[in-house]
């Protein structure tokens, strides 16, 4: 699928793995004790806006025990085969004394990869969802809860091309936020960001949403799916992985990146949808990785000089370039120069926009999609493979 790509500004995750990654000697690490648990209950946001106040006292109070924090790190036997990998790539490079302490045959001990970042409880029986570059570094996994009790946790898979990751801690009873819509998600919509900035537990900063299906080019993945909820609340190292809220308290995404030139936040931040985070983290946790379906095709994203160029109605959409033979869309009927301008019922203005719809169809369902073919609208049901 094509993309445009472009460069606003340089862009970091924030806080691939907190955004402090460093590097500690390694230590016999001591057992962890793990409390009795006490009751937990399931947290609910309310099903009505408050339209009299918009104030974030309710959201914060139903969000912030269901964010967590997570702390990551290699294990000595990670780190002995990043390190031989990296020898093996560069082998001058550690010849010094830095690795030796100036004696040839004593190898200095080995350090080890540590970081920490944000998760939100996914399920009440101990699934967490939280940024595959929080964990992807590392094997050994410290998930600490709102109310302090802190859980060994094991990976149970991830998707690199929407940056998301499935944890899994031996807990029940777990508190749970209610899920929004990120597609009713309006621009100017009051939103509050939830995590650890710089391992400050359960800190919230609020804003509003920016802009919706922004395509970032910062997941650096093959077929790489962007289309992120941007807003103005300020996301830190460490924020990555925690929630992003409405006013009501109700799941809207997952923060995951900020534009930024410092590594520190400047204006604007970036989450995944949460309709698209819901079918990932399911397929995760089912089956250790998301099934995701394919049109077989290639686009070209519309604009308006191109639509003079082409004498093309319509100077918002998506340009089917090629199709795939026997793939999904040219089975349901596409053709070449076709203009995609919808898909479920959701404007296509350029690539994020469909790649959301896409993100979250699996093989075997399917997307209805309203083209633009010679000045004609025509619906088509895109059986995804």
Known sequence: MFKRLTTIFPFILAGAAGGLITFG????????HLPAEPPAQ??????????ASQDFVHAASVSMPTVVHIKVSESDEMAKKRIHQ??????????????????????????????????????QDGYIVTNNHVVSFADRFDVTLYDKRTFKANLIGTDPKT??????????????????????????EWVMAVGNPFDLTSTVTAGIISAKGRDIDIIQTKDAMEAFIQTDAAVNPGNSGGALVNIDGELLGINTAIATKTGYFSGYSFAIPVNMVRRIAEDIISFGYYQRGKMGLSLVELDGDLAHELEIPVSQGLIVK?????????????KPFDVIVEA??????????????????????????????????????????
């Open 86 to 123: 990296e020898q093996q790539r560069n082998p001058w490079g550690f010849m010094d004394e830095d690795f030796f302490f100036g004696f040839p045959q004593q190898r200095q001990r080995i350090q080890r990869l540590e970081g920490s970042g944000s998760g939100v409880i996914f399920s």
């Open 322 to 334: 090629e199709l795939e033979e026997g793939g999904a869309a040219e089975m349901a009927g596409l």
């Open 25 to 32: 000697l390694v230590r016999a690490a001591g057992p962890v």
């Open 344 to 385: 479920n019922g959701q404007p296509v203005r350029n690539a994020p926009d469909l790649m959301e719809q896409v993100g979250r169809t699996k093989p075997g369902e399917s997307i209805q999609m309203n083209v633009l073919r010679e000045g004609k609208y025509a619906r088509y049901t895109i059986r995804m493979r």
């Open 42 to 51: 399931l947290v609910n946001a309310s099903s009505g806006r408050n339209a």
């Open 163 to 188: 940056d998301l990751a499935v944890l899994k801690i031996d807990a029940d009873r777990l508190p749970l936020l209610t899920f929004g819509d990120s597609d009713k998600a309006q621009i100017g």
